[in-house]
């Protein structure tokens, strides 16, 4: 599943939180799997962050590293 495929999944799940019409079992089945897309998600942007600070390394003397706030 890309990047883009899990943040559509995690929203899709988060607006089925925000509704009154789950049981609580359905509820913590939603919230474990949007717990797992999370993770998932959060380490694709860590890897892409240290990927541009790697490109940004190699260009040269022309660049500096800034720091990449994922937040």
Do not use: N
Request: net charge negative; proline share 1%.
């Amino acid at each position: 599943m890309t990047l883009e495929d899990q943040l559509k999944k995690l929203e899709e799940i988060a607006h089925k939180l925000e509704s009154s019409e789950l049981s609580l079992d359905e509820a913590i089945t939603l919230f474990e799997e949007g717990i797992g897309l999370a993770t998932s998600i959060r380490e694709a942007l860590t890897a892409a962050k240290l990927r541009i600070e790697a490109v940004v390394e190699t260009a040269g003397d022309s660049f500096t590293i800034e720091p990449f706030d994922l937040r």
